[in-house]
């Protein structure tokens, strides 16, 4: 079955600190799609990375870094020297390759990050 | 600057009404979707259209309906039979297939009163 379990309710990390989301995955398919999203207050989901089921290469994109391992179906994401900013509820996603037309995206129970001064 | 609308952010409704959330797109993407948020909670899928006139239930479409009669507008009603419908509503769309990246409008806020 698909699953997407991201264990960590809620984080609070003093700014400045490093912090990692966990994120990890079920899925019976050799092809599939990850992705991460980051809603702040405000509501909307934000698209932050997505990575297909071929590439485990680490993707680094300014303070965010994001590590794909298939070996422990786990895909974390880790913020450097975190700021108050980003402060938000952070959801990993996992999509199957669709058969017959089959539509199938599942989004985790999302990780709450509190940033403090 | 393209991109995702939803009306109206905050919306009340009295128990025993209908009322229709709007989701609109100029991203020119042929997939929409439906999800639902509860406090503390993931998203859930109500509704997707992958082509317009054509739409497919998810996991909790009892007591919502949607129609797809233009590419850009995914409506999505909340009927009085949602027992529960108080909730964070979001429309999303994709390219294309369900792998694709979804974006995401920035929600409406529904309150049963």
């Known amino acids: 079955a698909q699953k997407v379990t991201q264990a960590q309710t809620e984080i609070s990390v003093v700014e400045k600190e490093d912090v990692t989301l966990d994120c990890v995955y079920e899925?019976?398919?050799?092809?599939?799609?990850l992705f991460w999203y980051k809603q702040p207050p405000s509501g909307e989901l934000v698209f932050l990375i997505r990575?297909?089921?071929?590439?485990?290469q680490n993707e680094i994109s300014g303070r965010y870094s994001w590590n794909f391992q298939k070996s422990t179906s786990s895909f974390n994401f880790t913020i450097t020297a975190s700021q108050v900013v980003d402060s938000a509820v952070y959801f990993c996603a996992l999509s199957e390759a669709p058969t017959s037309g089959t539509y199938k995206y599942i989004f985790g129970t999302g990780t709450r990050l509190k940033v403090l001064a | 600057d393209g991109g995702i609308t939803q009306s109206p952010k905050y919306l009340f409704r009295k128990e025993g009404q209908n009322v229709t959330l709007s989701c609109e797109q100029n991203?020119?993407?042929?997939?929409m979707y439906w999800y639902r948020q509860d406090p503390g909670q993931g998203l859930r899928l109500i509704y997707y259209?992958?082509?317009?006139?054509?739409?497919q239930k998810g996991d909790i479409a009892e007591g919502y309906s949607v129609s797809r009669e233009k590419k850009e507008s995914f409506p999505l009603t909340v009927t009085s039979a949602q027992k529960n419908p108080t909730a964070f509503y979001l429309c999303?769309?994709?390219?294309?297939?369900?792998?694709?990246?979804?974006?995401f409008g920035p929600g409406t806020r529904l309150t049963v009163l």
């Open positions: 991203l020119n993407h042929d997939a």
């Open positions: 899925t019976r398919d050799t092809t599939y799609y």
């Open positions: 259209s992958q082509i317009v006139n054509d739409f």
């Open positions: 990575r297909n089921s071929f590439d485990e």
């Open positions: 999303a769309s994709t390219v294309g297939r369900g792998t694709d990246t979804q974006y």
